[in-house]
């Protein structure tokens, strides 16, 4: 039985939609605006979508767009309006919309389009995931605009701080719509001319700089010299230095040529509270790819992700992140990834074992010093959490400054020297 997910602000439409499609033996669920549109379809991808363009939160030619960014159109779209455009059919076709629909809508019009749509075995291409999808993340939103700034000036970019699928992500950014892609990677003959001129005006990626071989090497120095030439992007990446690479035998001057404009991925530490959306869409973008089975993230297993002490490798935090996830959904034998599965998953040094294990003895304690000890554990948790950022202490514990600094002093929590400031 065929699920169809109805989008619309005004319960009567959605009402009526809902009667006549179950009538005709479909599977109904119902959404009053984008917010709910994005959890069901998350939840339990849906076949089909009727999707309104007029709602009041977030309208749906933006959410379309959304998810078009995003890569989860693996469904088929119908947009509906009462107050439709050619133009704005146009520009909803353009960002993967299957059909459009005129409200008010006729029977067998909607009969019609629906049964078209579900036997339209050939979904839109899934465009590869980009950071545009981050874009809630004003950090992500800060790098984003670094990388494109980088890129628009240098026919080749050093990403540092990433490899392997993270990396893929960051240069799909600045890759242009159709525009042809090579990663110099998979290449193990001898490059040629011919090679470089058939993706004029694309992409070369080189996903991990460390794994190269030296005719891959060679291929990377013959490329380099054409790019102006044939309007050729390089991106490259890596989690090791480039002194690494020179002690490891890569030429010295090939490196100074990678290396004369570089971005570095962001650190994680202090955007706890932004880590369950992202690692949302990366399980999100694994699934829709086929790489892994259907899952998805319980709250608590989110909460434990957020918690995690992700500045402890700030270099690799991204790789790590993007590995965790598709590990945790290559491992978790329920569909349900749970707090449990994360912690399975995410290696532990000593020093948060003891911390945990640290709250044992506090159950042994009279309560008021339990509760002293366990607010300093609490303090000095989050403090590390946000990498010293007594803004965002406070407003993750709900204390104005000035008693939180004394309640700090008070529990004898010492302060790095951000905090000091």
Same mark, same amino acid.
């Given at each position: 039985?065929?699920?169809?997910?109805?989008?619309?602000?005004?319960?009567?439409?959605?009402?009526?939609?809902?009667? %006549?499609?179950?009538?005709?033996?479909?599977?109904?669920?119902?959404?009053?605006? $984008?917010?709910?549109?994005?959890?069901?379809?998350?939840?339990?991808?849906?076949?089909?979508?009727?999707?309104?363009?007029?709602?009041?939160?977030?309208?749906?030619?933006?959410?379309?767009?959304?998810?078009?960014?995003?890569?989860?159109?693996?469904?088929?779209?119908?947009?509906?309006? =009462?107050? =439709?455009?050619?133009?704005?059919?146009?520009?909803?076709?353009?960002? =993967?919309?299957?059909?459009?629909?005129?409200?008010? %809508?006729?029977?067998?019009?909607?009969?019609? +389009?629906?049964?078209?749509?579900?036997?339209?075995?050939?979904?839109?291409?899934?465009? $590869?995931? +980009?950071?545009?999808?981050?874009?809630?993340?004003?950090?992500?939103?800060?790098?984003?605009?670094?990388?494109?700034? &980088?890129? &628009?000036?240098?026919?080749?970019?050093?990403?540092? @701080?990433?490899?392997?699928?993270?990396?893929?992500?960051?240069?799909?950014?600045?890759?242009?719509?159709? $525009?042809?892609?090579?990663? /110099?990677?998979?290449?193990?003959?001898?490059?040629?001319?011919?090679?470089?001129?058939?993706?004029?005006?694309?992409?070369?990626?080189?996903?991990?700089?460390?794994?190269?071989?030296?005719?891959?090497?060679?291929?990377? &120095?013959?490329?380099?010299?054409?790019?102006?030439?044939?309007?050729?992007?390089?991106?490259? &990446?890596?989690?090791?230095?480039?002194?690494?690479?020179?002690?490891?035998?890569?030429?010295?001057?090939?490196?100074?040529?990678?290396?004369?404009?570089?971005?570095?991925?962001?650190?994680?530490?202090?955007?706890?509270?932004?880590?369950?959306?992202?690692? @949302?869409?990366?399980?999100?973008?694994?699934?829709?790819?086929?790489?892994?089975?259907?899952?998805?993230?319980?709250?608590?297993?989110?909460? +434990?992700?957020?918690?995690?002490?992700?500045?402890?490798?700030?270099?690799?935090?991204?790789?790590?992140?993007?590995? /965790?996830?598709?590990?945790? $959904?290559?491992?978790? /034998?329920?569909?349900? %990834?749970?707090?449990?599965?994360?912690?399975?998953?995410?290696?532990?040094?000593?020093?948060?074992?003891?911390?945990?294990?640290?709250?044992?003895?506090?159950?042994?304690?009279?309560?008021?010093?339990?509760?002293?000890?366990?607010?300093?554990?609490?303090?000095?948790?989050?403090?590390?959490?946000? @990498?010293?950022?007594?803004?965002?202490?406070?407003?993750?514990?709900?204390?104005?400054?000035?008693?939180?600094?004394?309640?700090?002093?008070?529990?004898?929590?010492?302060?790095?020297?951000?905090?000091?400031?």
């Amino acid at each position: 039985m065929a699920i169809i997910l109805v989008v619309d602000d005004e319960v009567g439409i959605r009402e009526l939609l809902s009667e %006549i499609l179950i009538d005709e033996g479909y599977d109904v669920r119902l959404a009053e605006n $984008a917010t709910a549109a994005r959890q069901i379809r998350n939840d339990l991808r849906p076949d089909l979508v009727l999707l309104d363009i007029w709602m009041p939160d977030t309208d749906g030619i933006s959410l379309l767009k959304e998810w078009h960014a995003a890569g989860h159109l693996n469904m088929p779209v119908v947009m509906m309006s =009462g107050h =439709g455009t050619i133009d704005t059919a146009v520009e909803a076709t353009r960002f =993967g919309a299957f059909d459009f629909l005129e409200k008010p %809508i006729a029977l067998q019009k909607l009969l019609s +389009t629906v049964q078209k749509a579900l036997k339209h075995d050939k979904p839109p291409a899934r465009p $590869a995931l +980009t950071l545009e999808s981050f874009t809630r993340s004003a950090f992500v939103k800060e790098f984003k605009r670094r990388l494109e700034q &980088a890129s &628009a000036k240098s026919p080749a970019l050093l990403i540092k @701080g990433a490899n392997g699928g993270m990396a893929e992500i960051c240069a799909r950014t600045l890759q242009l719509p159709r $525009a042809p892609w090579l990663d /110099l990677s998979e290449v193990s003959s001898a490059l040629t001319q011919d090679m470089l001129e058939k993706i004029t005006g694309g992409i070369l990626f080189v996903p991990n700089l460390a794994v190269l071989g030296k005719m891959q090497q060679m291929n990377l &120095a013959f490329a380099m010299d054409r790019l102006e030439k044939l309007n050729l992007q390089l991106v490259a &990446a890596t989690v090791v230095s480039l002194t690494t690479l020179a002690d490891a035998g890569w030429d010295s001057k090939l490196l100074s040529r990678i290396g004369e404009v570089w971005v570095a991925m962001p650190s994680l530490a202090g955007h706890g509270d932004e880590l369950p959306e992202i690692a @949302g869409l990366l399980l999100t973008n694994f699934v829709e790819r086929g790489e892994v089975p259907l899952r998805r993230f319980s709250t608590a297993a989110l909460n +434990t992700l957020r918690s995690l002490p992700w500045k402890r490798q700030p270099d690799s935090s991204w790789s790590d992140l993007y590995v /965790l996830v598709r590990n945790l $959904a290559l491992t978790s /034998l329920d569909e349900e %990834i749970s707090a449990d599965d994360v912690l399975r998953v995410m290696p532990q040094d000593g020093g948060e074992r003891s911390e945990m294990q640290s709250l044992l003895p506090l159950f042994d304690q009279p309560l008021r010093e339990a509760r002293d000890a366990f607010e300093k554990l609490y303090f000095e948790h989050h403090l590390r959490l946000e @990498g010293g950022n007594m803004t965002k202490l406070a407003e993750r514990s709900g204390l104005e400054r000035t008693h939180l600094y004394r309640k700090l002093k008070q529990l004898d929590v010492k302060l790095g020297k951000r905090g000091e400031e």
